[in-house]
C-alpha cells in the first residue's frame, strides 16, 4: 500500500543530509548522508569549507550544494526502494540550512535547469557562518545604532561578525562589479527551497534574524539598518513565515528523480531553529542543554525581554519555526568537550570513569573553579588560566584537586543559569532536556539537575535538524487540529535525573558569588 512519507534536508557545513519521514506514524524510513570532502572531491573542500590564507574568511562553493541535494536524493531513492517505497510517495519537503550563509544571484526569479546554476551566480562562493572577517561592519552598524544592547533589542542579537549582513556589506564594498550583477540574495536555507521550487523563494523569518538586519518584533526588514549599510531591500526580497507552503517542486526534480509534482515545497529554515523542532522545544519554558565541542543552551520563551541586559549581549533571539508569537533564545559557550577533556587528563587519569568518581567523591564542597582553554565568547574572554576560589580565597590549587572535576561542570551550570535567568525574565521553567555525549554520564546530569532544581529529560537526536525540517513540512500541510496532535507527539521524553533536595541551598550559595567571580575576571 502507498504511504505518504516527507523528506527534510539538512545543508550543513560538512555534509548534506536527507532524511525521509512516514507521515502518519513520524518514523524515519531513509536517512542519507553526502559528505563533501569525499563523496564530491573535485570542490576540494576540507569539513566542507574553502579556509582563506587571511584566517577570517570561510567559504563554500555554493553549486556544491545544488550537486549534494541531487545525491542526496538519489540515496534516499535507493534506501526507499529497500523498503518498497519510492519518492513518488513524498507529499511535503522542507530543509534546514546551516545559519547565516549566503548566496548571490545574478538571475531575480526563475532558475533555468538547463544552463549550469554557476552561470545564474554573481559569487561562486558562499561566505559561510564561520566567516569572521567582518569585525569592521560590525563595528561601524553598532556605534551608528548606538550600541550592542540597541542592536540586541532591535534584531534579536547584537552585531556579530558572522551574521550575513555583514557579509553582504562587505562584499558590497570590495566586490562591487560582482555586487551590481547581484539581482537576489538567500540564505542557505532559502537557497535549498529556491532549487526545489525552480525559482528565488523568500528567506523565512526565522533564519532572517540570523542577518542581523530584521526587526525581530515587526518581524520585516530594518530600514534603519538596510539603508545603514547601502542595502536595496528588493535583493534580499520578502520574508515568508516558517510555516509557510512555497509552491511544488519544480519538474526538474519531477524528471531527474521521480518526485510528484504535487509534492509541497514548505519554507526552509535554519539548522538551529530546525534541531529547536527536532528536539520537540514547543513549548514556552522549554529549556535544551547540549554539551558537545561547543556547548549550547536553547530555551523557548513567550516574550522578548523588555530590557536587555548589556551583560548578555552575547546571547540571540530567534522567532520561534512553529508557534506564532514564542521566541527562542541562544546561548553558545565555547569552552566545551575540549576543556572538560582537559581537566579529566590532568585530574582524572584520562578516564571519564574515575572523573565520574571524582564527581561524586567532592559533592558538597563550596569551592568554585572556572577554565577557559579556548576563547570563549560567552561572555567574551580571551583563553586564560583557570581561577579557583575556595572559602571565598582565590587560591593557586584547591586543597582536594579532585575538586577541579566537579568544578569544571559545575562552573557550566551555574554561568548557564545566570544567563538564562537573565535572558529568559521571569519564565517557569517547564522542561530541561539534555543531548549530548555527556549526558551518558550520570554525575554530570545529576549536577546540572542539581543547580537548575529540576528533572532532567534525556534526548538523542543526531539528526535533529533534518528530523525537525520533516516535522515543520507535517506541521505546515496538517489541518489546526492535527497541528495540535503533532505539538503534544514531539514534545516527549523521558526523565533521566531528579534535583537532589538537600543541594538546593548549597547551590544557592555558589549561584550568588558568579556574578563576583565574572566581574573580577
Ligand atoms: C549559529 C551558528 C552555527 C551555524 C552552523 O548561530 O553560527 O550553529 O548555524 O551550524
Redesign the pocket.
Given at each position: 500500500m502507498s504511504k505518504r512519507l516527507v523528506l527534510g534536508f539538512d545543508i550543513?557545513?560538512q555534509s548534506c543530509k536527507c532524511i525521509a519521514v512516514e507521515l502518519e506514524t513520524l518514523v524515519i524510513v531513509a536517512n542519507t548522508k553526502v559528505h563533501y570532502d569525499s563523496d564530491l572531491p573535485s570542490y576540494q573542500t576540507v569539513d566542507g569549507i574553502h579556509r582563506h590564507p587571511d584566517g577570517h574568511q570561510f567559504t563554500s562553493p555554493t553549486v556544491m550544494w545544488f550537486d549534494a541535494m541531487k545525491l542526496s536524493l538519489d540515496r534516499v531513492a535507493i534506501e526507499l526502494n529497500d523498503k518498497g517505497l519510492s519518492l513518488r510517495e513524498v507529499v511535503a519537503i522542507s530543509g534546514s540550512g546551516?545559519?547565516?550563509g549566503t548566496v548571490y544571484w545574478s538571475i531575480a526569479d526563475v532558475i533555468n535547469f538547463n544552463f549550469d546554476l554557476q552561470d545564474q551566480l554573481s559569487r561562486f562562493e558562499s561566505p559561510i557562518?564561520m566567516d569572521n572577517s567582518t569585525k569592521v561592519e560590525c563595528n561601524l552598524l553598532e556605534k551608528y545604532m548606538g550600541g550592542a544592547a540597541n542592536m540586541q533589542q532591535l534584531t534579536g542579537s547584537a552585531a556579530v561578525e558572522?551574521f550575513s549582513i555583514h557579509h553582504i556589506t562587505k562584499f558590497r564594498k570590495h566586490n562591487s562589479i560582482s555586487y551590481s550583477k547581484t539581482k537576489r540574495i538567500s540564505l542557505v536555507s532559502s537557497f535549498g527551497a529556491s532549487l526545489l521550487c525552480g525559482r528565488i523563494m523568500p528567506m523565512d523569518t526565522t533564519d532572517a534574524a540570523?542577518t542581523n538586519a530584521m526587526d525581530i518584533q515587526a518581524l520585516d526588514w530594518s530600514t534603519a539598518i538596510l539603508d545603514f549599510c547601502e542595502i536595496d531591500q528588493s535583493i534580499l526580497g520578502n520574508l515568508t513565515k516558517p510555516w509557510d507552503t512555497l509552491g511544488v517542486v519544480d519538474n526538474f526534480w519531477v524528471k531527474t528523480h521521480g518526485l510528484s509534482p504535487e509534492a509541497k515545497v514548505v519554507s526552509w529554515s535554519?539548522?538551529?531553529p530546525c534541531a529547536v523542532v527536532g528536539m520537540g522545544l514547543v513549548q514556552p519554558g522549554d529549556i535544551l542543554i547540549s554539551l558537545g565541542t561547543s556547548d549550547t543552551c536553547i530555551f523557548v520563551v513567550d516574550q522578548l525581554p523588555n530590557h536587555f541586559h548589556a551583560e548578555c549581549s552575547f546571547g540571540?533571539f530567534f522567532p520561534h519555526p512553529l508557534l506564532a508569537n514564542a521566541f527562542f533564545g541562544?546561548l553558545v559557550y565555547s569552552n566545551g568537550d575540549i576543556t572538560r577533556r582537559k581537566i579529566r587528563d590532568e585530574y582524572a587519569e584520562e578516564s571519564w570513569t574515575k572523573f565520574s568518581s571524582a564527581i561524586e567523591s567532592t559533592q558538597g564542597i563550596s569551592s568554585i573553579g572556572a577554565y577557559w582553554t579556548v576563547d570563549e565568547i560567552s561572555p567574551p574572554l580571551a583563553k586564560r588560566d583557570p581561577v579557583r576560589v575556595e572559602e571565598g580565597k582565590v587560591v593557586e590549587e584547591f586543597s582536594n584537586p579532585m575538586m577541579n572535576c566537579r568544578a569544571v561542570i559545575e562552573y557550566k551550570a551555574l554561568i548557564m543559569k545566570t544567563h538564562l535567568d537573565q535572558m529568559r525574565g521571569g519564565t517557569d521553567i517547564k522542561r530541561v532536556l539534555m543531548t549530548g555525549g555527556a549526558t551518558s554520564n550520570p554525575a554530570i546530569v545529576q549536577v546540572f539537575s542539581d543547580i537548575l532544581g529540576k528533572p532532567i529529560v534525556g534526548l538523542d537526536m543526531p539528526e535533529a535538524a533534518a528530523y525537525g525540517a520533516c516535522l515543520r513540512a507535517v506541521h505546515a500541510i496538517s489541518t489546526k487540529e492535527e497541528r495540535m496532535h503533532l505539538l503534544s507527539r514531539i514534545s516527549t521524553g523521558a526523565v533521566i535525573t531528579n534535583p537532589n533536595k538537600d543541594t538546593v541551598s548549597h547551590y544557592q550559595g555558589l549561584y550568588q558569588q558568579i556574578p563576583t567571580l565574572l566581574r573580577d575576571l
Open positions: 550543513s557545513t546551516q545559519q547565516h557562518w558572522r540570523g535554519g539548522d538551529n540571540h541562544m
